[in-house]
T-cell receptor, first 113, second 114 residues
């Protein structure tokens, strides 16, 4: 049973560029979550999917952010026209059901120059 | 609305000391779940425990123990005989029943020195 996998581990980009992150959940986990964590803070919820359906989005998720899970397996999170404030660790988690614990990946650390 | 408060920003102990990490939560729901996660320097959040609001029994797992008290809205975590490998940031989190998302506290950084 492999864990949640995220790619890339680190991303450095210039302000204004678009970036895309990928998350592969634990096999058979139908729920997938995205969180953002800034330095010294706990993770903050961004959005989550049940299979391919995006069921909830946080107010933190501006129009520049979009997430997909096209076949109910892996998910992508895209940030368009990146800004300095987007610098953070982006964490992905998955769970088998709503009531099961969420298991997290190693995260993608985004740095905006 | 829900909120999780971890008032201790950083705790430093010497190996073999016992240490308690505090967690206080706020929620209007009567059914909810509480969690503790560990985040070592590598960054991955590691699930430690889940407790539902109807189960106030304390739990022990090896050197770890958890004290859930609904009367004070607290879910404290104690590490007995701490080890250097326990050094990490520990997060307490809350999930209300019927919702899938976790609300995290700001975390407590635990430094265990030899």
């Amino acid at each position: 049973d492999t864990g949640v996998s995220q790619d890339p581990r680190h991303k450095i980009t210039k302000r204004g560029q678009n970036v895309t992150f990928r998350c592969d959940p634990i096999s058979e986990h139908n729920r997938l979550y995205w969180y953002r964590q800034t330095l010294g803070q706990g993770p903050e919820f961004l959005t989550y999917f049940q299979n391919e359906a995006q069921l909830e989005k946080s107010r933190l998720l501006s129009d520049r952010f979009s997430a997909e899970r096209p076949k109910g397996s892996f998910s992508t999170l895209e940030i368009q026209r990146t800004e300095q404030g987007d610098s953070a660790m982006y964490l992905c988690a998955s769970s088998l059901t709503e009531n099961q614990p969420q298991h997290f990946g190693d995260g993608t650390r985004l740095s905006i120059l | 609305a829900q909120k999780v408060t971890q008032a201790q920003t950083e705790i430093s102990v010497v190996e073999k000391e016992d240490v308690t990490l505090d967690c206080v939560y706020e929620t209007r729901d009567t059914t909810y779940y509480l969690f503790w996660y560990k985040q070592p320097p590598s960054g991955e959040l590691v699930f430690l425990i889940r407790r539902n609001s109807f189960d106030e029994q304390n739990e022990i797992s090896g050197r770890y123990s958890w004290n859930f008290q609904k009367s004070t809205s607290s879910f404290n975590f104690t590490i007995t005989a701490s080890q250097v490998v326990d050094s990490a940031v520990y997060f307490c989190a809350l999930r209300n029943s019927g919702y899938s998302t976790l609300t995290f506290g700001k975390g407590t950084m635990l430094l265990v020195s030899p």
